[in-house]
């Protein structure tokens, strides 16, 4: 049996082992190569077994920057602060824990000058990393400074000219000011300065791809495969690049979007499979609509992080893309309940109101949400189409119109929303007046007006015409006596007995109304009996036994 020495001694050779095995330089390669879980957990064992070392906490305080505002993590930048103040508590003198809560107070929309000041005062005076790190700060705040960033790198560049991580940090400067040129040579430097250092290689490519220079940027990242095929930064951007180029072309696009996943599932693969890494997979699915793997993705962050926001409504609307929409509607009240205000935007309430008009007990509940969003993005009037008809089949005309008002803004709008937009207000009209609420002749001067425009942009569209008959019969009064809708029956009568005869077989009953209001026009209002008995045996020859045209030719026949 081992004795207490020599387990003693064994533990400490075993908790060595550990610390040495996972040094600052394997940490910062993590995290380097987005494996973000196992980079944090390295400065975790550091900072434990060493908590005298700055530098671990600076790195650690850098990381929980980094990813904040990537995954939105408010929490991340007070971690970040905690780390920051344990490293200047460890070492007061190190510079650049200071310039971490400089950043941290830029990440919170506050000054930064009294911690880079504090930086600045306790750096030695050929030192350049203060001045790069402040410079990092500024240039990938959440509201970049560029200029104050790339007054700091000159300074840092004129100590030290051959720093890679410099130079890295000069082309992001350039590259938010869309000096694409300056950029991708400050790129080419940091990767000249250090031929390990694949990062600057990999942003080489990125700009071809902000470029729209896609063969280019495939070359490009594949010859940072060529000399680490374990990097997976790069194989993510070989997804991005090939699902911005499926797009250009309709013929290519559904190869490059599955070649654009696989690369991605690579990239996953060579990730540590975090929350963190799984959350821009999330987004990466729900930009290429694969919606089936999203929702399975977001199920499996859940059993990571069952209160995530950003969880939750990755949940919401892959349930809704897939037909679930009772998930849906559920997983998004809970994830706007659970989020600050600030941080929802319209496709929230978007994608809840159209969940919840799929229960016609709470269409109004979600006609008030996608009314919302419409208020927030007028984008979303597009989606109004959609939820005009689900209210129009529910009978809620009212309502239906409505929607078909905001839907017609669209720009790219169909001509079947002012056909529904016109039925919507005739129908309404209707229901009104069969209840003897007296509607308002307003309600018909709308719905003519919908139909009107849609047989001026598809003038053989009968059906239109043959609802500005009915719609103009109402405006008329009960006599008809100013035959307001003839013209409207009329075409609507030549469009299927003269252009599109093929229709007439299935347009009998829309033949009999026709027929039957001009032959009643025809006696009443113009007393051409002739005219009108015409009209009454076309009727007739269509339904032998209708009653309408049977007792109207009697009349006729008594007169004579």
Same mark, same amino acid.
């Given at each position: 049996m081992m004795n207490k020495a020599v387990k003693i001694t064994l533990g400490l050779i075993l908790v060595g082992s550990a610390v040495f095995a996972q040094s600052l330089a394997d940490a910062r390669k993590a995290i380097d190569a987005e494996q973000y879980q196992k980079g944090k957990a390295i400065l975790n064992t550091l900072t434990s077994a060493d908590p005298t070392n700055a530098e671990n906490f600076f790195f650690l305080g850098n990381?929980?920057?980094?990813?904040?505002?990537?995954?939105?993590?408010?929490?991340?930048?007070? =971690?970040?602060?905690?780390?920051?103040?344990?490293?200047?508590?460890?070492?007061?003198?190190?510079?650049?824990?200071?310039?971490?809560?400089?950043?941290?107070?830029?990440?919170?929309?506050?000054?930064?000058?009294?911690?880079?000041?504090? #930086?600045?005062?306790?750096?030695?005076?050929?030192?350049?990393? +203060?001045?790069?790190?402040?410079?990092?700060?500024?240039?990938?705040?959440?509201?970049?400074?560029? #200029?104050?960033?790339?007054?700091?790198?000159?300074?840092?560049?004129?100590?030290?000219d051959k720093d890679a991580q410099l130079f890295l940090v000069l082309g992001d400067a350039y590259r938010e000011q869309q000096k694409n040129g300056e950029a991708f040579s400050a790129y080419r430097s940091a990767f000249e300065l250090d031929k390990t250092f694949l990062r600057s290689k990999v942003e080489l490519g990125k700009i071809n791809k902000l470029s729209k220079a896609y063969p280019e940027a495939i070359e490009e990242f594949n010859s940072v495969i060529a000399l680490?095929?374990?990097? %997976?930064?790069?194989?993510?951007?070989?997804?991005?690049?090939?699902?911005?180029?499926?797009?250009?072309?309709?013929?290519?696009?559904? %190869?490059?979007?599955?070649? !654009? /996943?696989?690369?991605?599932?690579?990239?996953?693969?060579?990730?540590?499979?975090?929350?963190?890494?799984? /959350?821009?997979?999330?987004?990466?699915?729900?930009? !290429?609509?694969?919606?089936?793997?999203?929702?399975?993705? #977001?199920?499996?962050?859940?059993?990571?992080?069952?209160?995530?926001?950003?969880?939750?409504? &990755?949940l919401a609307y892959s349930a809704f893309e897939n037909g679930n929409f009772e998930s849906s509607a559920q997983a998004l009240k809970d994830f706007i309940s659970k989020v600050e205000p600030g941080r929802l935007i319209s496709q929230d309430y978007l994608y809840l109101g159209r969940a919840q008009m799929k229960d016609t007990t709470k269409l109004d509940e979600g006609m008030l949400n996608i009314t919302k969003a419409v208020e927030m993005d007028s984008t979303n009037a597009a989606v109004m189409s959609e939820v005009g008809l689900e209210l129009f089949k529910a009978k809620k005309y009212e309502d239906a119109a409505k929607a078909y008002e905001i839907s017609?803004?669209?720009?790219?709008?169909?001509?079947?929303?002012?056909?529904?937009?016109?039925?919507?207000?005739?129908?309404?009209?209707?229901? /009104?007046?069969?209840?003897?609420?007296?509607?308002?002749?307003?309600?018909?001067?709308?719905?003519?007006?919908?139909? =009107?425009? /849609?047989?001026?942009?598809?003038? +053989? +569209?009968?059906? %239109?015409?043959? &609802?500005?008959?009915?719609?103009?019969?109402?405006?008329?009064?009960?006599n008809d006596s100013q035959g307001l809708a003839v013209p409207f029956y009329t075409k609507y009568i030549?469009?299927?007995?003269?252009?599109?005869?093929?229709?007439?077989?299935? =347009?009998?009953?829309?033949?009999?109304?026709?027929?039957?209001?001009?032959? =009643?026009?025809?006696?009443?209002?113009?007393?051409?009996?002739?005219?009108?008995?015409?009209?009454?045996?076309?009727?007739?020859?269509?339904?032998?036994?209708?009653?309408?045209?049977?007792?109207?030719?009697?009349?006729?026949?008594?007169s004579k």
């Open positions: 990381l929980y920057l980094t990813t904040s505002p990537i995954y939105v993590r408010p929490d991340y930048i007070d =971690s970040a602060k905690a780390a920051f103040s344990k490293g200047i508590a460890a070492d007061e003198k190190y510079a650049l824990n200071y310039v971490g809560l400089g950043a941290v107070d830029l990440a919170n929309n506050g000054n930064p000058k009294a911690n880079f000041d504090k #930086a600045i005062e306790q750096t030695k005076r050929k030192d350049h990393e +203060t001045d790069l790190y402040i410079g990092r700060a500024y240039v990938h705040a959440p509201k970049p400074m560029i #200029a104050e960033g790339l007054v700091h790198l000159e300074k840092a560049k004129l100590l030290n680490d095929a374990t990097y %997976g930064p790069a194989y993510r951007e070989l997804a991005e690049t090939y699902f911005g180029w499926a797009w250009t072309s309709q013929k290519e696009y559904a %190869g490059r979007i599955q070649q !654009a /996943l696989q690369y991605y599932e690579k990239y996953m693969d060579l990730t540590d499979r975090s929350l963190e890494s799984r /959350l821009r997979h999330a987004d990466f699915l729900f930009l !290429a609509k694969d919606f089936k793997a999203l929702e399975a993705e #977001a199920n499996e962050m859940a059993k990571l992080d069952k209160v995530n926001p950003r969880v939750l409504r &990755y017609i803004l669209n720009p790219e709008r169909a001509l079947l929303d002012y056909y529904y937009l016109g039925s919507s207000y005739y129908f309404h009209y209707g229901a /009104l007046k069969n209840a003897n609420l007296s509607p308002e002749k307003d309600l018909l001067v709308k719905a003519d007006s919908a139909f =009107s425009y /849609l047989v001026q942009r598809s003038p +053989t +569209t009968q059906i %239109g015409w043959q &609802y500005r008959g009915r719609i103009n019969r109402l405006l008329d009064d009960e030549d469009l299927i007995t003269v252009e599109k005869p093929e229709l007439a077989a299935k =347009s009998a009953a829309g033949l009999i109304e026709a027929y039957n209001y001009l032959g =009643s026009v025809a006696a009443r209002k113009d007393g051409d009996n002739v005219k009108a008995k015409e009209y009454f045996d076309k009727v007739l020859a269509l339904d032998p036994a209708n009653v309408t045209a049977t007792q109207a030719v009697k009349a006729i026949d008594g």
